[in-house]
Structure formats: structure tokens, C-alpha cells
């Protein structure tokens, strides 16, 4: 996402850049010589045809929305293209240190399944939030899910984050569908 | 600026810059599009609504103001192209790889980027539980910094690595260097550790 705001970025500023030229080049030709054919864009018939439409016509409003549209995208996109990596401490002053949430997720999991009586895991984790989906064929989800619990927040104990993430685990298992 | 945020900035590319434009932009196609609907569906007068896009009024205005129209949309024009090509050039530009500037009063050694990066990768590399490192300089000539990218083996203790990674990687990067400072971005990445899981 942030590679693509990167480009979506760059076509704005063509754009932008595009614009202007036109519109400068456009104006100062047509105040130098007045009545010549226009340079690069037909803008007199654009004149024309923007003098018949009206403000409540449906083109209007239709380009009207499809820009609404565009601009929610790139407001959405914008948002999104933010750093999700996981900082940690700094171990030394002129040191900074981040994993990847897919690392965090990998440690989480690797402990998660190190526990007895788990039969499989899925980890999602972010800066703020790590959530554990565990399977138990063994034992009932309020059997081992304080274990899991705990044994997620020892590890994050030991791995040095800069904010410790929310935890929540939910076990799915056979013995509770009886 | 300290050094602390030196490091801290080095850890990924800053997109701000196209972050804020872009949203800017949309900002800018939300608001004109909700202005348009408004006179549209009348909000500002039904009469106003029926009127052509291209008001005579306002065209009539223009004509009573000729000269000075023309070089507002002049004006306004070349600077929409400045900035515009500005805002191209910067998305466009790679991120910096800073050579080392050594001020060593009598004579000043320049240490290119790729030396100390090679250097500090080959070393980083020979730590226990580092299966793959990568180094590369980032930032600006006044405020350099390295970004150490490292992959760990599943299970490596990550509080011994960086203690390792600091009493000898970039100690000797540093001394070798004969700087006091040398901030650095570490991103680690742990590795799966069954690589050839059937699936």
C-alpha cells in the first residue's frame, strides 16, 4: 500500500504539474494573440458546452460523485499506508530497533504451539494487538485458554516492545461442541 | 536534532510527504464535489441550481476584470506547474545512500556508502542466530545513519543478538570508522523455522 501511494503520488503530481502548464500556456496565448485557434486544448468549445449545462443537470452531478468517489480513495489509501512495524526499545541510545508484525506473530505462534494439548494456531499481530486462535483436541477452551494466556504474556514479557500489545486468544475445540 | 530520532527516522522510508499530498488532493475532490452538490440540489436556491454551469455572470465579471484574470491564471498556472513538478521529482527520487564524511581535521576521509554497508553486513552475518543480514547507509549527508536488516533462525534469543550485535558488530564499525556515533536502524525479521512444511 505504501509503494502504491508512492505512485498514486507521483500521476497527482503529473497531474497537478500537467495543469498548470496547460492553463498558464493557454491564458498567455490567448492574451497574446486573441481570436487564433487554441494551443493545445479546444477550450472554447468546452466554453460553449459548459454554458449550456446546468447545475442541476445529471452529468454534473454524475461527475460530481465520480470525483467524491476518487477523492474518498485516495483519503482511504492515504490513511492506510502507515508504518505497521512493531518498534521495540531502543537497546542503546543511537539504536533504533523494529520486527515486522509477521515476526511477532511467528514468535507468538511458535510458543502458542509449544504448549501441550495444542493441536494447531493462527496468530495475528500488530503494534497493538495480538489475537491467538488456537485448536484443542484434548482439552475445553476454559481449560487452556488462561494457560495460553499466560504463556503468550511471559513471552511478550521477554521480548522487549516499546507498548505492549493487547492479547486475546480464543480456543477452538471438539470437547466443547459436546 | 539528536541522534536518538537520527536512528529512529532511519528505520523505514519516510512517506509523509506523499501521504499528506495525496490526502490533501482527495480532500480537495471531496469538498469540491459536496460544494457541487450543494448548489446542485438547490441547498443555495432553486434558481441557482437552473442556471448554466458557465454562469454569465461570472463570465461577464472576468470580461470586467480582463487584465487581472489573465495574470492571476497565469500566475496561478506557472506555480501549480513548479510545485506540481517539485512534488514529482521528490516521489520519484530514490531514498538516499549518504557516503560517511570522516572529518579527521587534517585529512577528511569520505567512506562510500557501499564499503561500510558491505562491511557491516559480512560482520552481522557471522552472529549467532542471524541467518541473513542486510546493511545499507540511509538519510542525508548531515544526518547519515545504517539500516541493519536482520532474519533470525526461530528461536534465536533476541536480547542476545542485539547484545552481540552491539558489543561487536557496530562497535567495530564504529572504531574502524573512529566515530563516536553511529546511529542505526535494526529491523528484525524472524524466519519460519519449517521452511519445507508439506502443505
Given at each position: 500500500m505504501r509503494v502504491f501511494v508512492r505512485l498514486l503520488s507521483t500521476l497527482l503530481a503529473l497531474a497537478v504539474a500537467a495543469g498548470g502548464l496547460v492553463l498558464a500556456l493557454e491564458v498567455g496565448w490567448a492574451w497574446w494573440?486573441?481570436?487564433?485557434?487554441?494551443?493545445?486544448?479546444?477550450w472554447p468549445q468546452w466554453r460553449d458546452r459548459l454554458a449550456e449545462v446546468?447545475?442541476?443537470?445529471y452529468a454534473v452531478r454524475l461527475t460530481a460523485g465520480i470525483a467524491a468517489g476518487a477523492g474518498v480513495i485516495l483519503l482511504l489509501m492515504s490513511l492506510s499506508a502507515r508504518r505497521r512495524d512493531v518498534r521495540l526499545h531502543?537497546?542503546?541510545?543511537?539504536v533504533s530497533v523494529t520486527t515486522s508484525p509477521r515476526s511477532l506473530a511467528r514468535l507468538v505462534g511458535h510458543q502458542v504451539r509449544a504448549q501441550?494439548?495444542?493441536t494447531g494456531a493462527s496468530v495475528t499481530a500488530s503494534a497493538k494487538k495480538v489475537r491467538v486462535r488456537a485448536t484443542s483436541r484434548l482439552e475445553e477452551e476454559n481449560q487452556i485458554r488462561p494457560r495460553l494466556l499466560e504463556a503468550v504474556s511471559a513471552l511478550l514479557d521477554e521480548v522487549p516492545l516499546l507498548k505492549r500489545p493487547k492479547v486475546s486468544v480464543v480456543v477452538d475445540s471438539p470437547k466443547d461442541r459436546r | 536534532m539528536n541522534q536518538r530520532s537520527t536512528s529512529a527516522r532511519a528505520l523505514a522510508r519516510s512517506y509523509r510527504t506523499e501521504r499528506t499530498l495525496t490526502f490533501v488532493f482527495g480532500l480537495v475532490a471531496v469538498l469540491g464535489a459536496a460544494a457541487v452538490f450543494v448548489v446542485s440540489f438547490g441547498v443555495v436556491g432553486e434558481y441557482r441550481a437552473r442556471r448554466?454551469?458557465?454562469d454569465p455572470l461570472a463570465v461577464d465579471w472576468l470580461g470586467g476584470h480582463a487584465t487581472l484574470s489573465k495574470i492571476v491564471a497565469i500566475v496561478l498556472g506557472v506555480v501549480l506547474f513548479v510545485l506540481g513538478l517539485r512534488w514529482f521529482f521528490r516521489s520519484l527520487r530514490p531514498e538516499g545512500r549518504p557516503d560517511l564524511e570522516l572529518d579527521r581535521s587534517e585529512n577528511p576521509v569520505t567512506v562510500t556508502s557501499s564499503a561500510i554497508a558491505n562491511a557491516v553486513q559480512a560482520d552481522a552475518e557471522?552472529?549467532?542466530?542471524?541467518?541473513r543480514a542486510r546493511a545499507r547507509a540511509v538519510g542525508d549527508s548531515e544526518h547519515p545513519a545504517l539500516r541493519l536488516t536482520l532474519w533470525l533462525r526461530e528461536g534465536t534469543d533476541v536480547r542476545q543478538v542485539w547484545a552481540e550485535l552491539d558489543t561487536r558488530v557496530l562497535l567495530r564499525a564504529r572504531e574502524s570508522l573512529g566515530i563516536e556515533v553511529l546511529p542505526t536502524a535494526v529491523r528484525i525479521e524472524l524466519e519460519s523455522g519449517n521452511k519445507r512444511r508439506v502443505l
Open positions: 494573440r486573441p481570436g487564433d485557434t487554441p494551443l493545445l486544448v479546444p446546468g447545475w442541476d443537470s531502543d537497546p542503546v541510545t543511537e501441550d494439548n495444542v | 448554466a454551469l458557465l557471522t552472529v549467532g542466530g542471524v541467518s
